[in-house]
């Protein structure tokens, strides 16, 4: 017994010339049972988001005619295991950090205009940095087994900004992209610090077929110490297997992290293998570092619907004490952790 | 515009009468670059509103037969340009107002039946004030351009009431029609503030072709002074030009403040030329009073989505330090703002 | 009853298999006019939720064939008098009550599998104690009518679980079902408080024609002293009346509450009239105790809509104090309330 919601365009047919209305509801929900172990403390968990971030997603485009549109995107990070809402920010600095728990559209929150040549987008958007961070060069992406080398101390605009205009370039020239943004801090004129969480970023992508390459460079100024992200890179699909690396280089005033890793992705059947090495690197005395080996497998139960498992280790020198995400180890000793989880996309 | 989704009321064929389902998910994306200018501070800031407020709505009615339906309403307000929601309040007091940031639905939210007799419904609603504030006689509603007289430091209740019972009548005579509204503070009984946030209000609308009027009061108890809103507006469209006119009178304790906009609206082709001037006055030793001009402009790209822009300017006198949002102004001085925006309605 | 709604931006991938995509946006809206009186403290409310909580689901199925499916189901309660949201509790302990305001998944945030040998899913669910309190064995359900013996001061986990691994077993025997439930308090490893938080339940429910029934037994562990929770409850439907009793003995430390419930339903026409009878009481020198009688009247103008109305009142004795929701009354004094309501399910 189900009663069936069908979206009909009832605008369009008398009226509008172009009223094809859509709106899109989708979005993820990712649950898995997870175990962190470290020197210190370890922890049993359930994980929202092994494999992709749970997420509300509304968005929809528009026909404007001429080969324009109109788009929106409003997208919300939560928490499955327990229902709050991911936090947002309002200004791109501390101060602007809003409290967790209700939902914000803090993943995405952009209306623009688009056509042949690019699109130009408003609000809060992924940071020129996240395409390098996603699935599309990291085998895990912001999962369970997350990359060493993205989690470091330097955070702000890292992934997002508020306050974001954003240029989309189309591809041209077999391939290449360009992402260009300016982002506003928003803070009253006059003061020392009225250009903080004020800043810039650029990417370039080269997509065409088994290849893909990406470089980004993001700078968000603060009175304190400007925040700078430095990023670079690709992958190619031999078929069998898809290697990928990527490159960072992260500064905030005189703290500087680097890091990189190595991906390695192999389709058998239903089944994605996965794996990668990862490191993260404080520019310190004694070169605090900290170097991760994750492996995994996705059985996709559909196109929509999957079973995953990871596993990950971290080692710690120099000082440094990385540890899998809820648990606490060490400096110097070493964290492992594993799920295992249910991801369906809606 | 709008999307209905029709419910194929597969289930209601075979066992109810009157299963005809509908759920309307729509709302509204807008969001601007503008420059609010102080002789204190100034600021650059992504605008979320500028034409219309960003939202999300969900909502529908139900036939019950016999010229019965039943309806809901549930909308939130959310800043677009860094994903956070409008907050709300709770009691219609100060002590009620709640944490913004996660998604309420802070604009609207209620439940009701209506027939030919009219409408009664429950829960959060505009009040009575809010209709001679929005575009049917401001030129620039609730935005950019906001006016002067609708802006003061009285705000109980002037725009929303929670645990509100509402009275929508149906158009009678040709035009007039009555809402009626009674809420609730829900304070305990027995102390000298139990009714504190208790009040009611009522409006008189006349609209018939080109001729919109009303007239509306709203008054809300405290123990400290009871806020009182006396507003009227009226409209006519004369076809090429559209003229409007609000006068305001709020109250609360000893606290006086007064105020009107005249306005005007001529359509263009797809182009749609505003202008407003309003005024706000504060009954006080040195009548401080602010003036602002309001000009702009919105070319529809479609029916849903349009660009737009703004100018405005404030003149301060008496003392008072009105300033364009973002900015602020020292007494008897200017501030001016400037907004470029992309509104989307889905 | 469910709405599907399809969505045709994903519909028409051509490559899956099983791509039948389904989300049902569905919920509730109920507001009413209450009047709660006690011997301190009295009080005039709108009520949000008097015939069934007011919320807001997200939820959908997807067939992967070989008779298993992917579910999930994202669920918010909200109050429709002022637009806030319900509160979520991240930890199953007091430490992780979020804010209240912001919309939040507390209801239900689960994903999971199912097939033949019944459903697993994670997240946050209905402990196995919910089921007793609904409609299905209280004529009132978690409503204004509240029945006393489940609204005492040992409240962790009675309701609801975050961090819950669930297994929901088919029907079997003609009529017998199984819900098992494991959940986590997340806290680090190595402290006393370490397993605080977690805990499991099971439920055997009996469901065949007219006769319902369930037994559950819930604890979760506390350094202070695990909360325990005994449940059993049973109906007959007799066709012109519905007979139905709840039982209850809870346990938090050296803190024992226990009580039970009576009641009936008696359809006539399109109304429901019903009523109930339930206590609660204190292992404590003094026996404090309450009783409530609730009588009501449900009047359904269609499948989805419907008027009601609640008369009840409490009695109290050997220093007990409860009172109805609203009103606070003074040791071993009388508490009455009343509400005129209108619920809308979408």
Redesign the interface.
Known sequence: ???????????GAA?????Q???????T?????GYAKGS???????ISGGNTTSK?I?R?T?D??GG?Y???W?E?G????????H?????NQPS?T??P?????????????GGPWGEIH???DWSPNYEPYTGKFDPFGLSAGVALNYIGSITPNQIRA????VYVSPKVLGGFSVNVQHW?G?????SQTSSDGTGSGARLSYDNGPLNAAVALVRTKYAAGDAIYRTVAGAYDFGPARLSFIGTKNQQGTLKESGWLVGVTVPVGATLLKASYSTLGVDRPGDPEGKKLAIGAVYN?????A?YSTLAAIRNSGGARYAIT???TAPNRSSSGFDL????N?
Do not use: C, W, Y
């Open positions: 017994m189900k009663k069936t919601l069908l979206l009909l365009a009832l605008v009226t509008a010339t172009h009223a209305s859509s709106v899109t509801l989708q979005g929900v990712d649950l898995g049972v210190e403390t370890s922890r049993t968990q359930l509300l509304f929809g528009e404007l005619g324009l109109a788009m929106f409003l919300s939560f928490n499955a295991d327990n229902g709050t809402f936090a947002t920010n309002t200004n602007g809003t409290t728990g209700g939902m914000t559209f803090n993943r995405r929150s952009i209306v623009g205009i408003l609000g809060r508020s306050n974001d205009i506003l928003e803070n009253p004129s006059g139960l559909s196109k929509r619907t079973v809820g648990a606490t989880g249910f991801r369906h809606f």
